[in-house]
């Protein structure tokens, strides 16, 4: 059984960065796509970014556009995601996700992580 679990998260101020770790434990991780996900008080939580087994390259999301670079390390069975020139309105909770083969969405998952607050302000 695969479990994903996040961390890296933090206080930043708007422009800084920061990079969340998806560490996963478990067999066949190589064969897992691994997506990203935020939520907001209030929100409902959003898609922002994935990495597909299947098609073997990342996806980006609108909310977050230019703001964020995914890679993966099979060997450490681990994703990073590399947030940049943060703001406010990216004051969340990230999470990540997996999916056999295919990037998770929020009805289609194998897996969800516990969570990493993420909070920028000055």
């Known amino acids: 059984q695969l479990r994903v679990m996040e961390s890296g998260g933090g206080l930043v101020q708007p422009g800084g960065s920061l990079q969340l770790s998806c560490v996963a434990t478990?067999?066949?991780?190589?064969?897992?796509?691994i997506g990203w996900f935020r939520q907001a008080p209030g929100k409902e939580r959003e898609w922002i970014a994935c990495f597909s087994v299947q098609a073997g390259h990342a996806y980006y999301g609108e909310f977050m556009r230019g703001q964020l670079s995914i890679s993966r390390d099979n060997a450490k069975k681990a994703v990073y995601l590399q947030m940049n020139r943060l703001k406010p309105e990216d004051t969340a909770v990230y999470y990540c996700?997996?999916?056999?083969?295919?990037?998770?969405?929020?009805?289609?998952?194998?897996?969800w992580g516990q969570g990493t607050q993420v909070t920028v302000s000055s």
């Open positions: 996700a997996a999916r056999s083969e295919y990037c998770p969405t929020l009805e289609q998952f194998d897996a």
């Open positions: 478990g067999d066949d991780f190589a064969r897992y796509g």
